[in-house]
């Protein structure tokens, strides 16, 4: 009677530890309707940088699953998203305000190889997207890409 109480609490244990270890995990995912607020930066003219207002961009949609932003996958209909072929550093927490403030913000920062960098804070639902590749052409080019800085919102899509 004993031994079987025993084994009956022991089977017991196992079959909820292993009901646990077997029970899958669900991804959290969040979607981001992002929209850009202002769009300026400078544009190479006459041999020197000049500050300018550009077009503000399309919205965009931004997607985090368990924290993290996903870069969209590679193909013609991504190619203008500001994620497209970029990586992303894992979120960490990072000044927002002024230095003097101590304001700490959840942020993730995704780059790719020539120099356009989204950055994005999950408490705040903002960031700012950036392009500055034409800040590394030649000295002497009669033309440069331009550099552009565009802040922009989110609103969490349901």
């Avoid at 403030?101 to 804070?121: A, H, M, Y």
Wanted: aromatic letters at 8%; hydrophobic letters at 40%; one cysteine or more.
């Amino acid at each position: 009677m004993f031994w079987e109480a025993c084994v009956k609490k022991l089977l017991q244990g196992m079959m909820l530890t292993c009901a646990a270890v077997a029970t899958p995990v669900t991804a959290q995912t969040v979607t981001y309707a992002c929209q850009y607020v202002e769009a300026a930066g400078l544009i190479w003219q006459n041999g020197r940088w000049v500050a300018t207002e550009f077009y503000k961009q399309d919205p965009f949609i931004l997607t985090a699953i368990d924290g993290q932003l996903v870069v969209p996958e590679t193909t013609e209909e991504n190619i203008s998203h500001p994620l497209f072929l970029s990586q992303c550093n894992l979120p960490t927490e990072a000044p927002t305000g002024e230095p003097d403030e101590n304001l700490l913000s959840r942020v993730q920062s995704c780059s790719d190889k020539i120099g356009n960098t989204l950055l994005f804070s999950f408490e705040n639902l903002n960031g700012a997207y950036s392009k500055i590749v034409g800040a590394a052409a030649g000295r002497d080019n009669a033309t440069k890409d331009s550099l552009t800085v565009a802040p922009f919102v989110c609103g969490t899509m349901r």
